[in-house]
Structures are given as C-alpha cells and as structure tokens.
C-alpha cells in the first residue's frame, strides 16, 4: 500500500501523517530522509525480514527531492506499506500512477497566502488578513519562512541558490513574487523582524509568555510595519 501526503499545510500533513502511523502500532517504523538514496529503500524493501516483522516505511521528500519516481516505488513494494510525505505541493506528473495508491494533498488556506503575500511597510493589510485566519496554528512558521526568503531575495542571490539553501522548490513565479515584496523593505527591518519571531518562538517554548502566537505576531508587525492607521 502507498500512501502519498503532499501540499503546503505541513501541520495538516504532519498530523496526517502521526493518525497513519497510530493505524498501525505493530508495525516496525523505517525512516528514509531525502538524504537517503533509492538503492537504501530498495535493500530496506526487498531485503530479508529475520524476525518477520510487518514494516512501515516513511519516506520524507523522496518524490519532490528526485530520489524517486512513485512507479518505480510501485514495482518494489511487496507487500509493505510505504508513507511518502511530501513538504510541498507535487505536479501531476508527479503523482501519476498505474494503480490505486491513496493520495492527500493539504492546501493552505488563501487568507494564509493573502496575508503572507500583504505584508510591506506601512500597510495595515495584514493586520486585517491574520484575523480572518481562522486555524492560527502554523502562521509563525510560514511567516518566518517568508521572512526568511525576503531576506535572500533582498540579499540578491538567485532562485537555486535559495532552494538549495531552504532545501525546497521554489517556483519562477513564486520567486518572482518574493523579489518584488522585497523592494519595499530596508534589509535590516527583515533581519529585525526574523530575529524577532526566532526570539518569540523560544519564549513560548521556554513558557515565558502566556500569549498566543497571533497577539504577538501582530505586536511584530505594528512595530515594524508601522502602519498608517490602526485597527480597532
């Protein structure tokens, strides 16, 4: 059986991912990470079970890293079941299959992107979108990641230069998207707003702060967007 988790609600798909894993708790867990090779998950695969255990195998990022085509999986999966997550959003082709294999894509939802794609000095936008938000759990994590490529646009380096350094795709278009948000920024309110949020992310994990993500997500972006007018 394959399973195949893309798209980029990682939250979404990571809690997927922990309900599959639970279905089945006598199964041996495998991991393979994009750093392993195909020629590893075939030994793992086709390889002796001594002890005859059942084996789940999680593959993370082996499709969307190139480390393997899902027919080429297809020919090798006997009898185990084999998990691919996937930390972004896979193309058709891609996904294309010559037998029923289970496929879940987790889309983020467009007032994510509205306010990710909003944020500029001066702009009271944001504000707005993050309110309309209604599941807040992962808004840190995408807005240091876009804070974060801000940064290497307004840095200059080039798309693969980026992706090699995120470790993901990131698409002409999209990439064209973050070097135009970038411009209206100074470099140092982007290193100010990263530090910024690294530092928010270790007081919630050291307990030194009672409040939620969004209440301080929005004090960062009054302090450093300085919006023309406030919201009510």
Not at 111 to 136: C, E, G, M, V
Request: proline share 3%.
């Amino acid at each position: 059986m394959i399973y195949i988790l893309h798209g980029q609600d990682l939250s979404a798909s990571y809690s997927h991912l922990q309900f599959l894993l639970k279905k089945y708790p006598s199964h041996n867990k495998v991991h393979f990470s994009r750093e392993h090779s195909l020629e590893q998950l075939q030994n793992a695969i086709l390889g002796p079970n001594f002890f005859n255990e059942n084996e789940l195998i999680i593959c993370q990022n082996f499709i969307s890293g190139k480390k393997a085509k899902v027919n080429q999986l297809e020919k090798i999966v006997a009898d185990k079941i084999i998990i691919l997550w996937e930390e972004e959003k896979l193309t058709a082709a891609q996904l294309k299959s010559s037998r029923e294999i289970s496929i879940l894509e987790f889309k983020l939802p467009a007032t994510l992107f509205q306010f990710l794609d909003s944020i500029s000095p001066k702009s009271i936008s944001p504000l707005i979108y993050i309110r309309k938000i209604n599941d807040k759990t992962a808004v840190s994590w995408h807005l240091v990641y876009r804070i974060l490529l801000l940064i290497l646009a307004k840095e200059d380096l080039p798309r693969d230069s980026v992706e090699a350094i995120t470790k993901k795709a990131v698409a002409p278009w999209q990439w064209q998207k973050i070097v135009s948000q970038a411009k209206s920024f100074q470099l140092t309110t982007l290193y100010q707003m990263y530090n910024s949020l690294l530092m928010i992310d270790l007081m919630k994990k050291q307990g030194k702060t009672e409040a939620d993500d969004a209440s301080l997500i929005e004090l960062l972006l009054i302090k450093y967007l300085k919006p023309v007018q406030m919201l009510q």
